[in-house]
């Protein structure tokens, strides 16, 4: 009966995230410097109708709004594990990881003379998003979605205690090396598509599973359908505060991103667990 409940309780808490993402998803097509209304997003959807505005809408806006959905789709994953290795010794790992990447770029762009684009790229946001790129990353996303739901009931073990997961049986070792393939599959997708976006990955696993509990089988998909609602809000609010001027994704998420951070760091990473 318990199980049944739960099932109920979280089946309609998804159906609420599946309706706030296609509001945000439409609100974030309909805003902006540009005069679009909702007739122009219903013929850029449902018909062959070709004019300014539902040029705007296939070319623009909706590459730009798909490309935010996906990299927040997999904002559930990159926090999902939580033993194994020192939060400090992470810290430090990826800090020298990114000086040496960032000296990298930087050395590429110089190179070929594209610092103007690399600058733009490594400030994050969705501008100059397109059909060509979500066609490479789109793929990648799904297959790394779909590893990490089949692998939702072992990630939750692993999650209380590594010697229960031991314990039942579980293949500890082959489990971590596939979700770091995945967690780097994933960060890695998003990463290219709107460059560093901080924040994200720490942001929404916390509140969802606030919602939702500890159980990795709901926290995933939750975490998909929350994150896709939220990175479109965000670039909505970057277009409409200060038009027909753009204010960037990465500022907007790190205004709301900061005070979140520091309050779980107060709360010592368990204000939503």
């Not at 790229?121 to 501008?127: E, Q």
């Not at 072992?154 to 090396?177: M, R």
Request: some cysteine; glycine content about 8%.
């Amino acid at each position: 009966m318990t199980m049944r409940k739960n099932l109920f309780t979280f089946t309609y808490k998804l159906i609420i995230g599946i309706v706030v993402l296609m509001l945000c998803f439409i609100l974030a097509i309909h805003a902006g410097a540009a005069n679009i209304t909702i007739q122009d997003i219903w013929l850029a959807l449902t018909s062959h109708e070709n004019n300014e505005a539902v040029n705007i809408i296939r070319e623009i806006r909706l590459p730009r709004e798909v490309g935010a959905i996906v990299v927040l789709m997999v904002s559930g994953i990159g926090a999902a594990k939580k033993g194994g290795f020192s939060p400090f010794r992470i810290v430090l790992a990826g800090a020298a990881v990114s000086a040496f990447l960032d000296a990298v770029a930087q050395g590429v762009a110089l190179t070929f003379k594209i610092s103007k684009s690399v600058s733009m790229w490594t400030a994050g946001g969705l501008l100059g998003t397109s059909w060509d790129q979500l066609e490479v990353i789109i793929p990648l996303v799904i297959v790394g979605i779909f590893v990490a739901i089949l692998l939702s009931r072992q990630l939750t073990i692993l999650s209380l205690n590594e010697d229960i997961a031991v314990g039942l049986g579980q293949k500890v070792a082959q489990v971590k090396v596939t979700l770091y393939v995945v967690i780097v599959l994933l960060a890695g997708a998003s990463v290219a598509l709107v460059g560093n976006l901080a924040f994200i990955g720490l942001m929404i696993p916390h509140m969802v599973r606030a919602i939702v509990g500890t159980d990795y089988r709901s926290i995933i998909p939750m975490s998909a359908v929350f994150g896709a609602s939220f990175l479109p809000l965000a670039d909505t609010l970057g277009r409409t505060l200060n038009a027909p001027y753009e204010t960037p994704v990465a500022t907007i998420i790190a205004v709301l991103g900061l005070p979140f951070f520091l309050f779980v760091v107060h709360k010592g990473g368990k204000a939503f667990s």
